[in-house]
Every structure is written in C-alpha cells, then in structure tokens.
C-alpha cells in the first residue's frame, strides 16, 4: 500500500469497537521520509478531536524536549500503536493492539526509520519485548531487524511525576547522538 491507500484504510477501519467511539482515526504526522519514528501509545481527547497525535497537554511537553536538543518536529514522524482513542483514555486492550498493529507496520515500512522510538511503557511492551520495564530499560539501545530501538518515558508520566525530567533528558540527548552517528 502507498501513504494514500493507507490513510484511506485507516480512516474507514472497523476492525475493533473503538471505530465506534472515534471521532477521528489519529493515523500519524510528520515527515515520511524521517530517520526518527516516535511511537506513543494511543490518541487522548485532543488527539481524537484535532485527528493529529500529541497536541495534547503530554504532546506539548514531548515539543519540549524536541527543541531542548535542537529536534524539529516537522523533521520526525509521529505516530501511536492505536488510531483510535480508548474511551476514558483507558490502557488499550490487547484485541485492539492486535486490531491496529497492521498500520504502524505499514507505516515504518514505508518510513524507512533508522531510529524508533517507544513513548512510555506501553509503547516499548509492543515493539521492543514483552516485559520490557521503562523504569529500568529506558534509554537503552536494541536492536531490531534493520531499526535501532530505544524507549523513553511517556510524556504523560512526567506530568504526573516531574523527578523523571531528567532522565528523560538524558535520554533525548543519546538519542540525537545516535541520530547523528547513524
Ligand atoms: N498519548 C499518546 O500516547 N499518544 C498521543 O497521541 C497523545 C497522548
């Protein structure tokens, strides 16, 4: 499939009940030819209102730390593992990670990305391993295929606890590191 088709699919997708519940499939933003996949979890109100991932209170603070080591948003991609907003922005359920997961493969098919990386545990649970555990693994490297993987912190969590800021730099700044090494 080409972007056009797969916009087209997911906007239309009934594949779970949150096609239901939707007021726009959130598909991803940024630039398609970006050498930085960001990978958040699922799309929150403002994200299901606007139809464009992290604009939200959490999207703007992940801004933050882009412009704090010199990373243009434009110059990324941005997409989440569901499309589709879990009412009361509940965890998604694993039949609708299942559901949604075809999108994002297309999407880093597509995408090319030489880094992905995971925003928040479940995020890193999917796409790095299964028991992958943010409070000790974030910032770290692995390898997958020909992508280079990494996890930080949702940005949701450091609202909620702002002591994670800092790790939370450290990490942004390994990765504009390894952006520029690769
Ligand atoms: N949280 C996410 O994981 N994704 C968004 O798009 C917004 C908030």
Known sequence: MNWDELKKVCSECQNCE???TRT????????ENADLLFVGEAPGEQEDLSGTPFVG???????????????????VYIANI??????????PLPEEEDACIGYLREQVALINPKIIVCLGRISAMRLIKPDFKI??????????????????????ALLRDPRKKED???????????????
Request: aromatic share 10%; with cysteine; net charge positive.
């Open 82 to 91: 569901l499309k589709c907003r879990p009412p009361k922005n509940r965890d």
């Open 168 to 182: 939370m730099l450290e990490d942004m700044k390994k990765i504009k590191e390894k952006l520029l090494e690769n």
């Open 18 to 20: 949150l096609c239901n």
């Open 135 to 156: 409070t000790k693994e974030h910032g770290q490297w692995f390898k997958k295929g020909n992508y280079l993987m990494t996890a930080v912190y949702h940005p949701a």
């Open 57 to 75: 209170r959490a999207g703007q603070l992940l801004d933050k730390f882009l412009y704090a080591v010199d990373i243009k948003r434009e110059d």
């Open 24 to 31: 726009n499939c959130v598909f991803g933003v940024g630039n």
